[in-house]
């Protein structure tokens, strides 16, 4: 019992940490003369109406067309089985491991005015004048959030169907039924808590969208996101910032309320993937040249733009028929650079890596002391509670923080608290899963054979999570480089970071030094990608599932 006592105060200390920065907000928003006047008049403001409506509208189409374009992929990846299956299924997970604003950077370079997309165009339908001139606007901001979203969706929507036994559709089929019929009554129901698991999940992102919709939309497209930076980082009206952070949480709990009802519906559905038939290019000869070219397809939106960065980062200028150069990258060494963005290269990437580093230490040490000294309970309220952070506005937290202890602590310590709050929820759910799959016998059986303490943990434990423990620190550290809106708000200027960097040269319209640098970002990101893969393959798909999922 002292043990679960210990376990349920350190998760109180742990919620705490989350919960008072956001009480700050509120309390700035509403403990204050004339507040609720002020919100009643908001509420029925045009702008909130506006804001309101585009933020819901943009997040339901991105949810719509990310599950649009997943669902007949998630058929053949979870109907069959061919050649290179588990290569795909782990790379086009890459774009939903890509900061934000290196989506923009490749949105811009492959979608852009001048981009690969609109030459090809000019090449194809020569005279017809076709081009896409729509990315800085509603249409890229959606197309941005569906390059980001599908390829979760398609494997999330995958891994489900291959859970459910073709022995269903066998016995449908001796009954009398057809394949639609079956597709109808049989297999839509049992995909329905995915597809809408997902769903929510998607315009969840959407909704809380800010580094897409900044630098695509500009201040004529706002989410909540975007306007409460505005109110708080260029009109510096900060009451006015923190009540619409306080509106922006109420919206989100019905959200969140609603994510909540589908992740259970999705956690009672059970099945085990079994084997599944060879996809039979001459006996299935339509069947393949549809999943070629839905392959084909999906490889040209999300991996062209990403090849395209790499590309003209070595083309002169970033030009697609500029010469073979390295110039691109010898201008992040030179004066230009730091005019631009503030600081040299060497210290962006040290002080990227070294927040990182330390975002995902901290969060992996936190998440695993309480997944490991709550092993033996199930999942719980407390539980429930430490998920919080993913239905608060980052923004939110970042200006809670500042409200809080912003004067008392310096930038870069804030910035590892709201970063490790953001990483927290999922990094937890996926040491908790995992802590929990492997069970006691083994720690019992070493303990009886004399094993205990530093020692214990050392040749039992730490082999045993050794992968689980890799993935989440790969999550944490991914998080932390991707982050924009925290580095932004709680760096006060001072801290520049390379989704800082990126952004900065984007602004200034140095896409020469844009580009090179945003490919050393993929690579970098790249790389925690193959980590939290490895991780993946360690401990499990259902682990994986669900620190996905939550």
Avoid at 184 to 202: A, E, F, Q
Avoid at 337 to 343: D, E, L
Wanted: hydrophobic share 55%.
């Amino acid at each position: 019992m002292t043990g679960v006592k210990r376990a349920n105060r350190f998760a109180l200390i742990l919620l705490g940490l989350f919960i008072l920065p956001v009480l700050a907000v509120l309390g700035q928003a509403f403990l204050r003369p004339n507040a609720w006047p002020e919100l009643l008049a908001f509420l029925r403001s045009g702008q909130f109406r506006r804001v309101l409506a585009f933020s819901t509208s943009q997040a339901f189409w991105s949810a719509f067309f990310s599950l649009a374009l997943a669902v007949p992929g998630a058929y053949f990846f979870g109907r069959y089985q061919f050649p290179g299956k588990r290569l795909l299924r782990s790379v086009m997970i890459l774009p939903f491991m890509l900061p934000g604003i290196l989506v923009v950077l490749a949105m811009v370079v492959f979608y852009g005015q001048n981009g690969i997309f609109n030459r090809w165009l000019a090449v194809f339908f020569p005279g017809r004048n076709l081009a896409f001139t729509g990315l800085y606007g509603y249409k890229g901001i959606v197309l941005a959030h569906v390059f980001y979203n599908f390829a979760f969706c398609l494997r999330m929507l995958g891994e489900r169907w291959e859970r459910i036994s073709p022995k269903l559709e066998e016995a449908s089929a001796v009954l009398g039924a057809g394949r639609l019929t079956t597709w109808r009554r049989v297999i839509l129901p049992l995909l329905v808590p995915t597809i809408g698991y997902l769903g929510v999940l998607v315009f969840l992102y959407s909704f809380l969208s800010f580094t897409v919709v900044l630098v695509l939309g500009g201040y004529l497209y706002q989410t909540f996101e975007v306007l409460i930076y505005i109110e708080y980082n260029n009109k510096l009206r900060f009451t006015h910032a923190s009540m619409l952070a306080a509106v922006q949480m109420l919206l989100l709990t019905g959200i969140l309320a609603l994510q909540r009802w589908t992740q259970r519906l999705v956690q009672r559905q059970s099945g085990e993937p079994g084997p599944l038939p060879p996809l039979q290019p001459r006996r299935q000869l339509v069947k393949t040249a549809l999943f070629l070219f839905y392959l084909a397809g999906s490889l040209l939106f999300f991996f062209m733009p990403l090849f395209f960065v790499l590309l003209r980062s070595f083309k002169h200028r970033g030009q697609p028929d500029g010469a073979w150069t390295l110039d691109n990258y010898r201008q992040l060494f030179g004066v230009g650079f730091r005019f631009v963005v503030g600081r040299d290269l060497w210290t962006v990437v040290g002080t990227s890596l070294g927040l990182a580093v330390t975002v995902g230490l901290v969060t992996m040490v936190l998440a695993y002391l309480l997944a490991r000294a709550r092993r033996h309970q199930p999942w719980g309220r407390i539980d429930l509670w430490l998920q919080v952070p993913m239905g608060v506005s980052f923004l939110t937290f970042a200006f809670g923080l500042l409200k809080l202890v912003g004067r008392a602590l310096p930038p870069a310590f804030l910035i590892v608290w709201a970063q490790v709050f953001l990483a927290f929820p999922l990094v937890y759910a996926l040491l908790r899963t995992a802590r929990r799959e492997w069970g006691e016998e083994l720690l019992e059986a070493a303990q009886t054979l004399g094993a205990s303490g530093w020692e214990l943990f050392c040749t039992v434990e730490l082999p045993l999570m050794r992968k689980a423990l890799s993935s989440a620190f790969a999550y944490g550290a991914a998080l932390s480089l991707g982050d924009l809106a925290a580095v932004l708000v709680l760096g006060q200027g001072k801290v520049v970071t390379l989704a800082v960097a990126v952004y900065r040269l984007i602004g200034h319209y140095s896409f020469p030094q844009a580009i090179a640098l945003g490919t050393l970002f993929i690579l970098l990101a790249a790389v925690l990608f193959m980590v939290v893969e490895g991780g993946y393959r360690g401990f499990g798909s259902g682990g994986h599932e669900e620190g996905s999922k939550q």
